[in-house]
């Protein structure tokens, strides 16, 4: 063996190493919720609204076409037709997934499921942000913890902090609300 097809190997090598990394650091991750609590209550359920929210297309979709909310006011970048769900409809949920983005590194868990939309007399599936960790995992593992806000199917938010080590506290949402 030549010392130039051993100098080529190894560039090659290089070059195949340096982009399986970027491909590993630079993609989406994504991680099944469906058996943590409280999203293991939700999944392949048939939920009714017990709050009026709204969906239309989302244009930075992760999973699904349609993103879904409580409130319009979250879909400044859409020029798509916004939908209002009313009280009573049926959303299917069927999974749930935790999200981490590329470049953030932040992570998003959301619920992914299915609603009839009168309107366009179509069954169309959307995303729905859901579960915030106001400790952003920075901290000690003790510290960290999940919440989670009012969602279409619920007349009141969870009312804890679900911290990471399996303890549970109670979280007062109007305080937070209020800050």
Known sequence: MTLKKIIIGLLILSAIIIVSSFFLVFRTKTKDLSTKYPYNTIINKS?????????????????????????????????????????????????????????????????????????????????????ENPTYGLYDHDDNYDIYPLAP??????????FWDGRKEPHDWEKWNAN
Do not use: R
Request: proline share 5%.
């Open 47 to 131: 939920l009714k609204t017990k709050q009026e929210c709204y969906i239309t297309i989302h244009k930075h979709a992760l999973e699904n076409p349609y993103i879904l909310d409580l409130t319009n006011s979250n879909f400044y970048e859409t020029s798509d037709s916004i939908y209002k769900i009313p009280i009573g409809t049926i959303l299917k949920i069927e999974s749930t997934k935790a999200f981490t983005t590329p470049v953030s590194g932040s992570t998003h868990c959301m619920v992914l499921g299915s609603v009839y939309l009168n309107e366009i007399k179509e069954t169309v599936k959307f995303e729905f942000f859901w579960g």
């Open 153 to 162: 199917w619920q007349e009141k938010p969870l009312p804890f902090k679900y």
